[in-house]
T-cell receptor, first 109, second 111 residues
Framework: TQLLEQSPQFLSIQEGENLTVYCNSS?????LQWYRQEPGEGPVLLVT?????EVKKLKRLTFQFGDARKDSSLHITAAQPGDTGLYLC?????????FGAGTRLTVKP | NAGVTQTPKFQVLKTGQSMTLQCAQD?????MSWYRQDPGMGLRLIHY???????DQGEVPNGYNVSRSTTEDFPLRLLSAAPSQTSVYFC??????????FGQGTRLTVV
């Protein structure tokens, strides 16, 4: 079983729609990161959240860290085809970083 | 701005062969790690290092060895390749133990 469960696994939407993807765990994390990965490339860090209840905005992306620091969500407003990719969450456990399996997002023009 | 450089980008091995995947970073990061990425499994940690001369096992270390003789380099060795090791391998480095910077990956096929 994954330490970090991401949902949905796949998401296909039309350009302009809003969406939310989730990252859930039974463990408490000191910080949680969100990455985006494009085909043939390594993951690229989008944001790190540290404080329970924290909300961070990155243009049309809004990241929230749960109050108990066990879960997080990523909301995208007015999705664009350039948002297409694999979105991964990651949290630190015992001095190493664990990743979820990711949400594969496709935004159709 | 090289960042994290992995070589080779693609490799095909026969079962039982050995090889070394190279990883180098020029950001003077102490923390480096190796992951494998398989469909539906996400990234799984193989080995990591918190500094030169120090390595430790991650989630899936069996069949792999690492060494860290310098801050810059963190090679991953496959001792006797098996089809189950077919995967995409990513090396990452971090200024601390989070916020990883990844290389572009090595796609390995073992036949």
């Amino acid at each position: 079983t994954q330490l970090l469960e991401q949902s949905p696994q796949f998401l296909s939407i039309q350009e302009g729609e809003n969406l939310t993807v989730y990252c859930n765990s039974s463990s408490v994390f000191s910080s949680l990161q969100w990455y985006r990965q494009e085909p043939g490339e390594g993951p690229v860090l989008l944001v790190t959240v540290v404080t329970g209840g924290e909300v961070k905005k990155l243009k049309r992306l809004t990241f929230q860290f749960g109050d108990a620091r066990k879960d997080s969500s990523l909301h995208i407003t007015a999705a664009q085809p350039g948002d297409t990719g694999l979105y991964l969450c990651a949290g630190e456990e015992n001095n190493d970083m664990r990743f979820g399996a990711g949400t594969r997002l496709t935004v159709k023009p | 701005n090289a960042g994290v450089t992995q070589t080779p980008k693609f490799q095909v091995l026969k079962t039982g062969q050995s090889m070394t995947l190279q990883c180098a970073q020029d950001m003077n990061h102490e923390y480096m790690s190796w992951y494998r990425q398989d469909p539906g499994m996400g990234l799984r940690l193989i080995h990591y290092s918190v500094g030169a001369g120090i390595t430790d096992q991650g989630e899936v270390p069996n069949g792999y060895n690492v060494s860290r003789s310098t801050t810059e380099d963190f090679p991953l060795r496959l001792l006797s390749a098996a089809p189950s090791q077919t995967s995409v391998y990513f090396c990452a480095s971090s200024p601390s133990d989070d916020e990883a910077f990844f290389g572009q990956g090595t796609r390995l096929t073992v036949v």
